[in-house]
């Protein structure tokens, strides 16, 4: 029932904002032919900050994150909480550094910043980089929650994986990001509810929350930081300070539904405070996630649910817990299936939304753009909104009869990580860096990460990286199974190489071979072209240090986008 009224809620939401919009369009005898799309894709930039914060977490945390957030404590113990020193990093490089450049440009597509730093060929690059990693991405995230769906309710995958998706593409389309957002909050409270009613309940069951505590703590799961500056374990604090820090960085400031919502702020002090309440409310919500993961341990203590085959795979195990706390209480499952999905849509409907903006700022508008008429801007946004919500259900299928292609769609998605944000550390951080250097350091960058994320999925695959595990019991176990399980060898046995290093490492890696070799090409190779740069391209404290040798006062095209855009704003800014 829950989840059937948060479904029709949405569907609501981007119906009102699509009549809301529709309608001052309608009234506005003097409208700017860019103004559907400004409205469409940020909002028309006077969103509140509240449900932008709101909405930040809800597009990063999938259903995804929380299943496997809670596995991840349940089977290698508690030293993935130090994730969030990297959260917190993030938020300061994101308050002082990328904020401050992408507001005063005032873009809607992140990729414009790389035609105005560099050229259209790097917008293009970084735009279809991103754009792939989204469709790869897009059918796992609902993907895997219809997977826990159907283990609650025994409803086959491909009946409800297309429902949600028309549904999500449906708001989407009709709404525009307004609809997303305010759909994002409604979903977020859903997600939050369903997460607080399983965690209190599950405790109160396995008897408080002190037996979670002692049962955790002679498992050896309760860690201090671990300072081992071996970069192929796999988490130690190093890695979550160094790596973590960059990979998360990366996440929200080059995506582009992450910096879409920052941009439909009205001020630099807005996004902001968006900023610092995605922080807190990452920090809240894993702080859950993680009591999960121990409260699931804490009840399996000594029947491990991995070992007898009651759970097939890592991410059954909270759905599994789930139906072992609940099963006095019929429909309450419902609550924790409704939790998931919202989760899942959440990010479906940021990407669908993102995605739009892209074909539309990057694609169409550079050609088409002046031709346009407002209508034909919104068949445009709203049809991507549906061709690409039409690939992603399409893709379901794929996944599906392909159990390999998960796995493989994971590692082109983890491709362009390295590159892109090595593309944006270069604009923003270093001025020596040119067009063709970013262009060459980009392929350099996309090349090295395809090899290490292809070599280090090979050797998982194959058994030659295996990381080691808690140990689990089976000891109190009250129903037969047949035990399966092979010994394995550990991962210190083996001989290690460069791509056994941890996961989180390979979006620096790919950074830094993107910048080193951007940085050599761009020496080598030096532009004919010296006009200096416009200093509202680069970090504030870059400007800072260059002084005035970075301001271009002949750089009419940038002079001429900030103005369209300054102008832009100054209509659609509330009276």
Not at 508 to 515: K, N, P
């Amino acid at each position: 029932m829950v989840f059937v009224l948060m479904l029709i809620s949405c569907i609501f939401i981007g119906i009102y904002f699509g009549y809301k919009d529709h309608q001052k369009h309608k009234n506005r005898k003097t409208a700017r032919r860019d103004s559907e799309a400004l409205d469409y894709l940020v909002g028309g930039r006077k969103m509140s900050v509240f449900p932008v914060s709101v909405s930040l977490v809800a597009s990063w945390i999938s259903g995804i994150s929380l299943l496997g957030t809670s596995t991840e404590i349940y089977v290698y113990g508690t030293q993935y909480c130090y994730i969030v020193f990297a959260i917190v990093l993030m938020g300061f490089a994101m308050h002082y550094i990328f904020l401050p450049v992408f507001h005063d440009l005032q873009i809607t597509s992140a990729y414009e910043y790389l035609q105005l730093r560099f050229d259209q060929r790097m917008r293009m690059f970084g735009s279809i980089l991103f754009m792939v990693a989204c469709l790869l991405w897009m059918p796992i995230v609902i993907y895997v929650p219809a997977l826990a769906f159907n283990q609650v309710t025994g409803i086959n995958v491909h009946t409800i994986t297309p429902i949600v998706c028309l549904i999500c593409i449906f708001y989407t389309s009709v709404g525009g990001l307004k609809a997303v957002v305010w759909t994002d909050v409604i979903q977020s409270g859903v997600t939050l509810g369903a997460l607080l009613v399983v965690l209190i309940k599950g405790v109160v069951s396995v008897g408080g929350p002190a037996v979670v505590w002692e049962r955790n703590m002679a498992s050896n799961r309760i860690e201090p930081p671990n300072f081992d500056p071996d970069p192929t374990v796999r988490h130690t604090a190093w890695v979550f300070l160094i790596g973590g820090s960059v990979w998360y960085t990366y996440g929200v400031s080059c995506s582009q539904d992450m910096i879409q919502r920052y941009l439909s702020l009205p001020t630099l002090e807005a996004a902001r405070k968006a900023s610092r309440g995605f922080v807190c409310g990452m920090l809240l919500l894993y702080s859950i996630l993680f009591s999960l993961g121990m409260l699931i341990y804490a009840t399996y203590h000594d029947c491990d649910p991995l070992t007898t085959n009651l759970a097939k795979a890592k991410d059954q195990l909270l759905p599994l817990f789930v139906m072992d706390t609940f099963q006095d209480y019929p429909g309450a499952a419902g609550v924790f299936v409704a939790g998931i999905f919202s989760a899942a849509l959440s990010s479906l409907s940021s990407a669908l939304n993102a995605l739009a903006a892209i074909a539309f700022e990057d694609f169409c508008k550079p050609y088409f753009g002046n031709t346009l008429s407002e209508a034909q801007i919104g068949y445009v946004l709203r049809g991507s909104v549906l061709l690409f919500g039409a690939v992603s259900v399409v893709f379901i299928y794929i996944v599906e009869h392909l159990g390999a292609v998960m796995q493989l769609t994971m590692t082109l998605s983890s491709t362009s990580g390295g590159p892109l944000f090595g593309l944006f550390v270069m604009g923003i951080f270093m001025p020596w860096v040119n067009a063709t250097g970013a262009l060459y350091g980009g392929l350099a960058g996309l090349c090295s990460m395809a090899y290490l994320c292809f070599r280090s999925q090979a050797s998982l695959a194959t058994g030659e990286i295996i990381y080691t595990t808690k140990n689990v019991s089976i000891a109190g176990c009250t129903y037969q199974y047949v035990n399966t399980t092979k010994p394995e060898p550990t991962f210190d046995e083996m001989e290690k190489s460069f791509h056994h290093i941890s996961y989180l490492y390979f979006t620096l890696f790919g950074t830094f071979v993107s910048c080193l070799v951007g940085s050599v090409v761009s020496l080598v190779k030096k532009s004919k072209d010296n006009e200096p740069l416009n200093k509202q391209l680069l970090a504030p404290f870059i400007r800072k240090y260059l002084g005035e040798k970075c301001e271009s006062a002949g750089n009419m095209e940038m002079t001429e986008t900030m103005l369209e855009k300054t102008v832009l704003n100054d209509i659609h800014r509330p009276e």
